[in-house]
């Protein structure tokens, strides 16, 4: 099967969304849009960034793999997945690092999987600067999952794309080089 999803996986701030972005831009690598109970950020838009739920609207979709993170559900769900494959060949998903070990045990080498990575005095200043509650920084940086993503779970080592992004020259040089090797160019 020639279809692909690249996941995007690393902690809050390490640059996944931005790098969905550039998939988008430049390899017109469109992005499985998730559910979430979470709010709205400034300038989010519901059905763009996220599906945007309340608990009770998150409870009746059927998901493919879910999870809690920092206090707020988020969920993926298959047909969005195929919804997708029915137009391209290939697709990006922006999960947690729980959301990235559930696709790549699912789809296997259809799943290909970048871990982003940066150290946490600069991951706090970049949520900072993007213009997060200062108290909904300290409660995600202070969340077990947030933790959990800022190395690479032992399930994914060998099998994921790990990219320091604190250049985002640098970085997208090393995705260009990735969609080279896998002809996605
Ligand atoms: N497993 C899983 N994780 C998700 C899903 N949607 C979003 N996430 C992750 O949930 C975490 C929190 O997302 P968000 O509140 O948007 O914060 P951000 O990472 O700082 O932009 C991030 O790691 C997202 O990648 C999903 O459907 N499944
Ligand atoms: N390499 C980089 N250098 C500087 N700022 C960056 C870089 N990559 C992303 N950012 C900025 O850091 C913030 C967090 O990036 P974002 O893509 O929203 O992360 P995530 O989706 O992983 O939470 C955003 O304001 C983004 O513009």
Do not use: C
Not at 53 to 59: C, G, I, R, V, Y
Not at 101 to 114: C, D, F, N, T
Request: no cysteine; aromatic share 8%.
């Amino acid at each position: 099967m020639n279809k692909k999803i690249i996941v995007i996986t690393g902690a809050s701030g390490t640059g996944k969304t931005t790098i969905s972005h550039y998939l988008k831009e430049n390899y017109q690598i469109p992005n499985v849009i998730t559910h979430t109970t979470r709010m709205p950020r400034d300038g989010e838009k519901n059905g763009v960034d996220y599906y945007f739920e309340t608990d009770k609207s998150f409870s009746e979709n059927h998901y493919l793999e879910k999870v809690e993170y920092s206090g707020h559900k988020y969920g993926s769900s298959e047909e969005g997945l195929e919804s997708m494959w029915n137009k391209v060949d290939v697709a990006s998903i922006v999960v947690d690092t729980a959301g990235a070990i559930a696709y790549k045990k699912k789809y296997g080498k259809q799943a290909i999987v970048i871990f982003l990575e940066l150290d946490l005095p600069s991951l706090s200043e970049r949520l900072k600067k993007r213009g997060d509650n200062p108290d909904r920084i300290i409660q995600r940086i202070n969340s077990e999952e947030f933790h959990r993503d800022l190395k690479i779970p032992q399930e994914l080592q060998g099998k994921a794309y790990e990219i320091v992004n604190k250049d985002m020259n640098i970085t997208k040089i090393k995705v260009d080089k990735l969609m080279k090797a896998l002809n996605l160019e």
